[in-house]
Structures are given as structure tokens and as C-alpha cells.
């Protein structure tokens, strides 16, 4: 117990990866090996639910008014390049992980019926994907952070190639092509600020906290704030995924089982934006002041842009995934902003996509899983029906068009209130959002529950087994109760926020003069 | 206390709501009575009005300049530099709407327990019903801005859940998808508003931002150039939130499209409540209208406007409810047009008025169809005064309120608003001819609306036998359409809310007596009276024009009469002046010319960026990139096809690589 007093963060990153991997252990049973893997799912859920529990432990302990990372645990690893392996906590990482650790349970409990062959394997993917994630969330060390980031990418990789649907692979393929990319990239960025704090410090380091230090310049495009700043920003900006590099999204998420979208949506595309939070904005606040602009006008065109596709979308899951990069525009948008306000917002946005996004695939999940199709014209008068579903899925419709009580509100008028000040013309543009993201929510949930049953095949379909609805209510709560407590969240995340902040703006006041330097110059 | 008025609502709607959830949905479409969840609703709404009651009295007993009653009931946000509370503030103007509003929604409440008794999803309905009055409620006592908004997009979702109610009717499902849609547009106004005003006022309590505005106006007497624009702008852009709430153009297209909703709805939500909250948000914020001149011109032009516009489409219509909801969007257009000339008072008055004879009338349209069998179309209608005598007596009170005839309700509120109109220092004889000539229209198609329903002989085959009750579901359509109508009055539980309806149409108007009007003198503190020397217009004329507006709507009536006596004629002058005729009952193609300008071309453009820009350009860049490597793979015979495997290795090497050069080269 004492071990675990000291060392909670690294216990509940690596517990699910081990709990599955002793779940390989148990014996198959030679007379009914389907049995076995029954047992399989079982494990599983136990230990998505004691992660969530581990997790619990975390948020009671983290003061929100104590040290900025909490919790922190460093063993020396590679010393010679300054690795360690370097974990600890503040606001911005305990809400993602315990989305993290919530979502889990909630997946695996709605893969139960979905996922029929290779039931070991999925799950253990499944396990060492949350590792992966939590252990993303936690580290302090850049290099630790990458090497979770990369982690993570091998459990998707397989879920949707091995589980996924008819071009799985093309998907897949595309998915890992793109992120690849993005993370070589960063990868370079990583050695380049190592090497940097050997020039001003005299050793290799790797920890954030020494990083944040490094004095690096700025001003123009090709100093190495901006490039430095980039070259993280394009691994994260294709992780939210910022438009236009959103397009591996709506095939992974139309291939991918259903648990692989929920979490990809809902935890993976996070790891973007809490990128940009933790390392992006405050290592390079001058490259990030010369970005800006660039960054806050494509979050807005996002919004619009991902609203307008989603539209006309034949498929359900691509509309969702379109939707994604709609309301990831959003986020884009408020951190952007660079104040307290619309930070927050934007935050709180990630958490609310992934509840209300998780959620929307869940459902999408047990509609298809009864009828083995998402096209929207396959289905028509689904209330009629299934009215718990429609009661549910008219909850979540309702959370994604952020009506306020419903936690997508809270998101996103506090992004738009915030990103006012810094630019009210992006934040008109973004507020169309508003209009178009209610035009593709509910002309969609019309067409597939409203008007007469027009398909034999829907007329007799089960509603909402006690599985879906144990699935669907945690959700449900969810989005309640961050629409209307948010400030259980916002007590132990305001700190980080105003630290994030501090941290990001500090050079700007410097930067805003050398800019307007150089467009002088440029005038000339 | 004062939060308990929200509360009772919420409570019915969890009851009936869990209700539904958990015994009617499983188990699937068993019919069970109304009565129970409606003795449910019905309660919760009319302990609520018990409560605004009681809180009237006690705000009466307050001294004039001090009454208002605040309650915090929790802080909802808190973050660094913003912190806003769910807080409730009941003033004279919030006192009054909560008065009003629950008062009428707990006798459409009752009227539902009657009406909707053969539907199948009853707990549903009235969990809907009172989760409107929730919201409603919210909106009217939100002591900020955000609360109010809640309680705005609140009334816009049940507004969309309860028009399509009957959502297995697809047309009905897209009515509501629509007031939904157009609402939004209305709500991205509201929300600018809502920024503008925190970025210059810091702060979106409303009483606050009374007081930052009074300061913004008393460091000089002119307001500076600069804060006017803001002024205007946050004002212009709140008034498009209520474009979209209150039906005004061109955001009204929503309305008569909502009208497939049960008739209680109709009257509760499209005629008597949620659409007036346009008025109170401008009525609550006249400190910052009073400001912008150029603001409140907009208010007024539109509210004219549309006064005038709708009553030309609803002299056309056919369908019973379709009349009342065009005439509903024109006597918004009155209360606009009161607001805009900065007589808000008069604009309440005619909200509260309205309330009551508007519900009088579509609760009597739907004790028509009730009656009827679901008929809605009022050529097919006729005679029916002595088949329903008691809803004949009762629609009679509501017409002759909405056409002014004094002394009923709508005569001095409306005929208030038009005096304001001619003479008030932002009046002009324009925006008073517009007015008067909406009255003399609306004397018109309302006698057409009554003429052709209740009197004359039946157009319409009787049944023989007498088995009313027995065969009419509102779920079950057109069932004896064939077999003739057996025309009933309705049940009791339906006629007590008409006939007490009936009174407040015809007594309601005292309240709103001119220049004794009770309610400008309650409103007194929150909307501070003109003063009357600053009116342009010698005193003598009100009498002239109030009796021109009762001339006119006489004239209206007499000629609606006479032109519908002999049915024969009025077909014939319909086919004499048919191109307008086609015009006016096609709604001057209005949602046409949307659907051409606005709806397909976004349509096309998302398909087109779709197709032509993520699939084309986008994906065929990424996927380029990837087989170049794949070339360059071949070349070099280092593996063979384009297989994970391939791409791994190269980005392994590249990766190797730069990791080496970092780390050896560089050090």
C-alpha cells in the first residue's frame, strides 16, 4: 500500500497493460475455448474499473491549490541524452486521465456484443492502448511523452485493421501514415531542445520543467520558435485533427469497431490539443504569437467547414467524424485565443467531445450492430421503435449542439466569449457553428428517427438492452452534470489554466513589438 | 422561494418524464389516460402560479422604488476573470410575465388533460409541457443574460419536441426541425450580443449592466460616438434573437410551420408565451434601446412591417390555426412596433392581452377540431355555432378582443400602441398608418376566420348518429372522413379554460386603460414612462385616432361580414383578383425563396467541398505523397509493394537518421 501511496501515477499507467497481460494467463479451457474468451471481456471490464478507481485515489489527492505536478515520480533512464522517466500530474493532465479511466469501462462493456473473433488480443489491445494513454497524459519528460504517443498508435493501429470494418485497411494505412508523419517531425523537435539545453544549461535534459527555462528565439518565420513550434504543431494539429489535415479521420472512424472510434475520438484527438497546452504553446510562446492567426482562422474555417461536410454525409459515422472536426475547431479556436476564458473553454470542449462524441458512437454502435449498416437512409422512424434509444440519443444529439444545461454549452460559450476578445470577426465566423451545427444534428437524427418506418428490417427492432443502458446513462449523467456543475471541473483546473496562460503569453508583449518590427520592415 | 416557481415545472417534468422513461417507452405504446400525468403537469404548474402570486403581493407590499426580489441559487461558472450565477430576480416586469404565463399555462395545462386524452404517450407530452414552463420560467426570471439565454434555447427545444410530437408524420418532424434551425439563427445574434456586452460592460447581469449603461450615458449628456455604435450593435443584434423567439422578418417563417404542433401547444407556446419573450428581453433591456435611436427605429420598422405583412398572408388561409399563427406574427409585430417606438408598456400590455384572447382562440380552434375530427379546414367548417355553443361563445370574446371593438381586452392595448406610434417622439404617421391598416386587416380575416367556421350553414356532411367521443383519436387520422362528421362541444375539462379565458378577454383590457393603465404605472420603475410633454402630437388627437382605429376594425368587420354572407360572391371576387389571391395564400413564396437562395446553395456548396475539396484535393495530396515513397520504395528494390511494413522502414531510417545527426553530428 505504501508503494502505491508513492507511486499512484506509474501504478495506474502500467496497471492496465498488466492486468491484461495476466488475463492472457487464463487458461483457455480445452472443452470450450468461447467460454474462456467470455472470461476475457469480463477481466477486462474489472480493470478498466479499478483503473477508474486508481484514478478516483488521484483526483482525491491532487490539491488544486498545492505545487504545480503532483504526484511526480523521476527514475534517471537514459542519462547521457538527459532521458528520465518522468511522470507526475496537474489540472490539465487529471481530467484527461480520468476521462481517460471513465470511458474505458464504458467501451468495453460496448465492445461486448460487437467484437466476435480474437476476443484476447482485442481486449489486450484494448488495455495497452489506455496505458498508452494515461501514460501520455502523465509524462513530464518530453521523450517519455513521445515515446506513450508512439505506444498508443500500435493498439489503434491493429483495433481498426484487425477489427475494423470493410476497408479497413486502406483506413488504417492512412491513419498510421499521417501520424507518422506528424510524430517524425516532432521527434526531431524533441533532439533539437535537448540539444539546446545543452548549449545554455551544459547537460542534455529532457524534463519539462528545465525546458520550460530555454531561452529560445523568436521573431519571423524562420526563427526557431516558429519552426520549433510547427514542427509539434503539425503532429498535434493532425492528432485534433485540424482541417485540412482531418482527412484520415472519417475513414479510421467509419473502419474502426466501435470502441475503437469512441476512444479515438474521444481520448485520442485530446492527446492533440493537450499538446499544444502542455508543450507547443508554453516552450514556444514567440513561434506560437507568430502562428496565431494562422492557427485561430483555420479553427474557425474547421468549425464551419467540418459542419457543412457533415451535412451531407450518407453515413452516420462520417458525420460524426466530420462533426469532430467541427467541434475540434472549436477547441482550436479558444486555445488560440490565449486567455483565461476561452483556454478554459476549450479545455472543457475536449472533455465535452469526448463524452458527448463517445457517446454518439455508442450509439451509432448498437444501432448498427442490429442492423449492420450506417447509412442514414437505411433507417427512418427508429422512435417509434426503440423510444429509449430515441430518448438517449435525443440527449446526446442535444449535448453535441451544445444546448445549455447540457455540457456542450458550457464549452463552447466560454471559447466564443473568450476568442471574442482576441478576434470578434473569427468569433462571429465560429458562432455560425451555432446555426450549422444544429442544421446536421438534427436534420440527421430526423432522418434516421422521425417520419413513418420505411424499412421492413426496422420494424421489429429490439430496443436497448440492460448492457446499453448500464452503456449510455454514465454518459448521460455526464453530460448533465458538467452542463450544470462545471465548477466541480474548474476548481482543480483553474490553477493550470492560469499557469498555462502565464506561461504563454509571457514573450508575447516581446514578440508583438518584433513583429511589428518586421511588418515594418516588410512595409519598406 | 422565488426559485420554487422554476422548480414546481421540473419536478412535474421529472415525475412524468421518469414515467415515461421507465413504464410507458419499455413496455411500448400501451395507451394509458391523460389523467393522471395531467392532474400531474397541471399541479406542478399551478402550484407555480400560486407562488407567483403570493411573490406579487409580497413585491406590491415592497416601496415602489425598491421592489425586487433576488435569490442566488448556486454560482454555475467560475474561472478566472468570469464568474456567473443561476440567480433569479423578480421585478414589477418579471412579477408580471410570471403571473401571466403561469396563469395561462395552467389552464391550457387543464385543457390538454382533455384534449389529449386519447393520445398514446400522454406522460410524454406533459413531461414536454411543464419542461417548457420550466424553461419559460427560467427565461423571464434569469437574473443575467446566460440564465435567460437557458431559458430562451430551452423554450426552442420544446418548442421543436412538442411541434413534432407527432414525428411519424415527416412534414410535422421538419416543421420542428425548422423552428429550431431559424430559432438558431435568431440565437447566434443573441449570443454576439451577449460577448459585445461582456467585453464592454464586463459583466451580463442584467441589473448591472443597467448600471454601467446609465454610467456610459452620464459622462456626458451626448454618449460618445463609439459606445453609441457598440450600443446599437449589441441592441441590433439582441433584436435578431428576438427576430428568431418572436417571428418577426424575416425569421418568422418558423411560426406557421409550428402550427403542426397539438393545438394546446400552439396556444401555450406559439401565441401566448415563448413568442412574446422577444418583447420582454426588449422591454427588460429598454435602458440600452432607449440609448440607440437608430436601434429602436429598427425595432419599430420591423415590427410594422411584419404587423402588416402577415395579416395580408393570413387574410388567405385556409387552415384554422394557420390564420391564428399568421395573426399571431402580426400582433407581435404590434408589440414590436410599441417596443420600437419606446412605449415598451404599451407593447407588455398587448403581450399580456394577446395572451389571453390568442389562447381563447386557439384553444377554441382545436375545441373546433376537436370537435371536427381533426378537420382544420375552415371552408369545410360552417354552422358550427349551434353544434358547439359554448366554444361559439367563447371564440366570439376572443375575436371581437383581437379586432378591437371596445371596450374588449385587445382594444386598448392595441389602440395604445397605435397612439404611441402616431405620437410618440420615435413615432412617425407611417409606422401609425401601417399599424391602423393591420388593424382594419386583422378586423377582416379574423370576422372571415369566424364567419366561415361558426356561422352560415355546414359545408360539411353530419353524421346521422350520434357517437361522439368513441372514434376520435388524434393519432388516428381521417378515420370517417367518409362517414360524416358527428360535430360534439367538448368535454368540460376543455370548456372551463376557454370560458375563464373567455372573461380575461373581455375584462383583461382595464388593466391597460390609457393613461390610467395600471401597468405602466407597475412597470414604472423598470421601464420609466415617457414623459408626456416630449409627445409630438397634440393630446386631442388620441381621441381622433382611437375613434379611426374603431371605425376601421368595424369596417373590417362589416365588410366580413357582408363579403362571407354570400359565399357565392366572395369566391367570385377571389377569382377576380386570383393572381393575389395565389400570392397571399402561397405566402408570398417567402419559403420558396429561401429554399432557392439560401438552403440548396449551402447544400451544394458542403457537397461540392466534400467531393470536390477533401476527397479530390486533400485526400489525392496525402495519398500522393504516400506513393512517391512507394516509388522511391521500388527503385530501390528495397521492398517491394507499398505494404505497412515498407513505410515503417523508411520512416525507421529517416527516424535513425536524424536521431544519429542530432545526437553525433551536433554534439
Known amino acids: ?524 | 422561494m422565488l426559485a420554487l416557481i422554476a422548480l414546481f415545472p421540473l419536478i412535474g417534468f421529472a415525475i412524468n418524464g421518469s414515467w415515461y422513461a421507465f413504464f410507458q417507452a419499455p413496455q411500448g405504446r400501451t395507451k394509458s389516460g391523460a389523467t393522471i400525468p395531467g392532474i400531474i403537469a397541471t399541479t406542478a404548474i399551478g402550484l407555480s402560479f400560486l407562488v407567483s402570486l403570493l411573490l406579487f403581493f409580497e413585491l406590491k407590499g415592497l416601496p415602489a422604488d425598491n421592489r425586487v426580489l433576488e435569490q442566488v441559487v448556486f454560482n454555475w461558472m467560475n474561472i478566472g476573470g468570469f464568474s456567473l450565477d443561476v440567480a433569479f430576480r423578480l421585478d414589477p416586469l418579471s412579477s408580471l410575465f410570471t403571473l401571466f404565463v403561469t396563469g395561462v399555462a395552467t389552464l391550457i395545462h387543464l385543457y390538454s388533460i382533455g384534449y389529449m386524452s386519447h393520445d398514446a404517450t400522454p406522460g410524454k407530452f406533459f413531461s414536454y409541457l411543464n419542461l417548457f414552463s420550466f424553461a419559460m420560467l427560467m427565461l423571464i426570471l434569469g437574473a443575467n443574460l446566460p440564465i435567460m439565454f437557458l431559458g430562451w434555447e430551452g423554450v426552442g427545444l420544446c418548442s421543436y419536441l412538442l411541434i413534432g410530437y407527432w414525428y411519424a408524420d415527416m412534414e410535422k418532424a421538419s416543421a420542428g426541425k425548422k423552428a429550431f434551425i431559424v430559432n438558431r439563427v435568431g440565437d447566434f445574434g443573441f449570443l454576439l450580443a451577449m460577448f459585445m456586452i461582456f467585453e464592454k460592460f464586463g459583466t451580463l447581469d442584467m441589473s448591472q449592466l443597467r448600471v454601467g449603461v446609465f454610467a456610459l450615458a452620464e459622462h456626458g449628456h451626448q454618449l460618445a460616438a463609439a459606445d453609441l455604435g457598440i450600443i446599437t450593435a449589441i441592441c441590433i443584434l439582441l433584436f435578431v434573437g428576438a427576430m428568431g423567439k418572436s417571428a418577426q422578418i424575416p425569421l418568422y417563417v418558423w411560426l406557421p410551420d409550428a402550427m403542426a404542433g397539438p393545438t394546446p401547444v400552439s396556444a401555450l407556446i406559439h401565441a401566448a408565451t415563448m413568442v412574446t419573450s422577444g418583447i420582454y428581453m426588449v422591454a427588460r433591456l429598454n435602458f440600452m434601446y432607449n440609448l440607440s435611436p437608430t436601434a429602436l427605429e429598427v425595432v419599430a420598422i420591423i415590427g410594422g412591417a411584419t404587423a402588416f405583412f402577415a395579416a395580408t398572408i393570413a387574410i388567405a388561409q385556409k387552415d384554422i390555426k394557420k390564420v391564428l399563427a399568421y395573426s399571431t406574427v402580426s400582433q407581435l409585430g404590434y408589440m414590436f412596433l410599441g417596443c420600437g417606438v419606446g412605449a415598451y408598456a404599451a407593447g407588455v400590455s398587448h403581450v399580456i392581452t394577446h395572451a389571453f384572447f390568442k389562447a381563447l382562440l386557439f384553444l377554441g380552434a382545436g375545441s373546433v377540431i376537436h370537435g371536427m375530427h381533426e378537420e382544420q379546414d375552415i371552408t369545410k367548417m360552417g354552422g358550427l355555432r349551434s353544434k358547439m355553443p359554448k366554444t361559439f361563445l367563447t371564440f366570439a370574446a376572443g375575436w371581437l378582443a383581437i379586432c378591437g371593438i371596445p371596450p374588449f381586452s385587445g382594444f386598448f392595448s392595441k389602440d395604445e400602441i397605435l397612439w404611441q406610434a402616431y405620437a410618440s417622439p420615435h413615432g412617425s404617421k407611417i409606422l401609425w398608418a401601417l399599424g391602423a391598416m393591420t388593424a382594419v386587416m386583422t378586423a377582416f380575416y379574423m370576422t372571415r376566420l369566424f364567419y366561415l367556421t361558426f356561422l352560415g350553414t355546414p359545408r360539411f356532411k353530419e353524421a346521422n348518429g350520434d357517437d361522439h367521443g368513441k372514434s376520435h383519436g388524434h393519432d388516428v387520422h381521417s378515420e370517417n372522413k367518409h362517414a360524416g362528421i358527428a360535430v360534439h362541444e367538448s368535454p368540460m375539462v376543455m370548456v372551463l379554460p376557454l370560458q375563464i379565458l373567455g372573461v380575461l378577454s373581455i375584462i383583461g383590457g382595464f388593466i391597460a386603460i390609457p393613461h390610467m393603465s395600471w401597468i405602466e404605472h407597475w412597470l414604472d420603475t423598470v421601464i420609466p414612462a415617457h414623459d408626456p410633454a416630449s409627445l409630438i402630437a397634440a393630446p386631442s388627437m388620441e381621441w381622433v385616432l382611437m375613434s379611426v382605429s374603431v371605425v376601421g376594425a368595424a369596417l373590417g368587420i362589416f365588410v366580413g361580414f357582408k363579403l362571407y354572407a354570400d359565399l357565392k360572391k366572395a369566391e367570385e371576387l377571389k377569382l377576380r383578383f386570383a393572381g393575389l389571391n395565389k400570392l397571399l395564400e402561397n405566402k408570398w413564396y417567402i419559403d420558396e425563396l429561401y429554399e432557392a437562395t439560401i438552403v440548396r446553395p449551402i447544400h451544394a456548396l458542403s457537397v461540392g467541398l466534400w467531393k470536390g475539396f477533401d476527397i479530390a484535393v486533400i485526400d489525392r495530396t496525402v495519398l500522393g505523397f504516400g506513393r512517391v515513397s512507394q516509388w522511391s520504395g521500388q527503385a530501390l528494390r528495397v521492398i517491394q509493394t507499398g505494404s505497412l511494413q515498407h513505410y515503417a522502414l523508411v520512416l525507421l531510417m529517416g527516424l535513425i537518421a536524424s536521431v544519429g545527426y542530432l545526437l553525433y553530428g551536433l554534439a
Open chain 1, 1 to 524: 500500500m505504501a508503494w502505491l501511496e508513492s507511486h499512484l501515477l506509474t501504478a495506474t499507467v502500467f496497471f492496465p497493460f498488466a492486468w491484461g497481460l495476466i488475463g492472457l494467463m487464463i487458461p483457455s479451457g480445452n472443452q470450450d475455448p468461447k467460454n474462456a474468451q467470455n472470461v476475457t471481456k469480463y477481466w477486462t471490464l474489472i480493470g478498466t474499473i479499478i483503473t477508474f478507481l486508481l484514478s478516483i485515489m488521484i483526483f482525491n489527492r491532487y490539491q488544486a491549490g498545492g505545487p504545480e505536478f503532483q504526484m511526480a515520480e523521476t527514475v534517471p533512464w537514459l542519462t547521457v541524452v538527459g532521458i528520465s522517466y518522468n511522470v507526475g500530474l496537474d489540472g490539465l493532465s487529471l481530467w484527461l486521465v480520468l476521462l481517460t479511466t471513465f470511458l474505458m469501462p464504458i467501451a468495453v462493456l460496448g465492445s461486448f456484443a460487437a467484437i466476435e473473433i480474437r476476443r484476447k488480443e482485442y481486449y489486450l489491445f484494448l488495455l495497452a492502448l489506455e496505458t498508452g494513454m494515461l501514460g501520455a497524459f502523465v509524462a513530464l519528460d518530453i521523450f517519455l511523452f513521445y515515446v506513450f504517443w508512439e505506444v498508443m498508435l500500435i493498439p489503434m493501429y491493429f483495433l481498426i485493421g484487425i477489427w475494423g470494418g470493410k476497408d479497413r485497411i486502406y483506413a488504417t494505412m492512412k491513419f498510421f501514415l499521417y501520424t507518422m508523419v506528424g510524430s517524425l517531425l516532432m521527434l526531431v523537435a524533441i533532439f533539437y531542445i535537448s540539444y539546446q539545453h545543452k548549449l545554455q544549461f551544459g547537460n542534455y535534459s529532457m524534463a519539462l520543467v528545465d525546458l520550460y527555462r530555454l531561452q529560445l528565439t523568436g521573431g519571423g518565420f524562420w526563427a526557431p520558435q516558429s519552426l520549433l513550434f510547427l514542427a509539434f504543431g503539425f503532429a498535434f494539429a493532425i492528432k485534433v485533427p485540424l482541417f485540412p489535415l482531418h482527412t484520415w479521420l472519417p475513414d479510421a472512424h467509419v473502419q474502426a469497431p466501435t470502441a475503437g472510434s469512441v476512444i479515438l475520438a474521444a481520448i485520442l484527438l485530446k492527446m492533440g490539443g493537450y499538446g499544444f497546452m502542455r508543450f507547443a504553446f508554453p516552450l514556444f510562446p514567440q513561434g506560437l504569437a507568430y502562428h496565431q492567426n494562422l492557427f485561430m482562422i483555420l479553427g474557425a474555417v474547421a468549425i464551419i467547414y467540418g459542419a457543412w461536410v457533415a451535412m451531407v454525409q450518407p453515413d452516420i459515422k462520417k458525420l460524426v467524424a466530420y462533426s469532430s472536426v467541427s467541434h475540434m475547431g472549436y477547441v482550436i479556436l479558444g486555445l488560440f485565443s490565449l486567455n483565461t476564458v476561452a483556454a478554459t473553454g476549450a479545455y472543457y470542449q475536449m472533455l465535452n467531445h469526448g463524452i458527448s462524441t463517445g457517446a454518439l458512437f455508442l450509439l451509432v454502435g448498437i444501432i448498427y450492430e442490429r442492423r449492420h449498416t450506417r447509412e442514414i437512409s437505411a433507417f427512418g422512424g427508429i422512435s417509434k421503435v426503440m423510444p429509449l434509444f430515441a430518448v438517449a440519443f435525443m440527449i446526446i444529439t442535444l449535448s453535441a449542439v451544445a444546448l445549455p444545461g447540457t455540457n456542450g454549452f458550457v464549452g463552447e460559450f466560454l471559447i466564443l466569449l473568450g476568442s471574442w476578445k482576441t478576434s470578434p470577426l473569427l468569433t462571429a465566423v465560429a458562432a455560425l457553428g451555432v446555426i450549422f451545427g444544429a442544421v446536421y444534428m438534427l436534420w440527421m437524427f430526423q432522418r434516421v428517427m422521425f417520419g413513418p418506418v420505411t424499412h421492413k428490417e426496422n420494424e421489429d427492432l429490439k430496443d436497448l438492452n440492460f448492457r446499453e443502458i448500464l452503456v449510455l446513462v454514465p454518459l448521460i449523467i455526464a453530460v448533465f452534470g458538467m452542463g450544470i456543475f462545471p465548477n466541480f471541473v474548474f476548481d482543480k483546473l483553474n490553477p493550470s489554466i492560469d499557469r498555462f496562460i502565464a506561461r504563454s503569453t509571457v514573450a508575447v508583449q516581446v514578440q508583438t513589438a518584433s513583429t511589428q518590427g518586421l511588418l515594418m520592415a516588410k512595409g519598406k
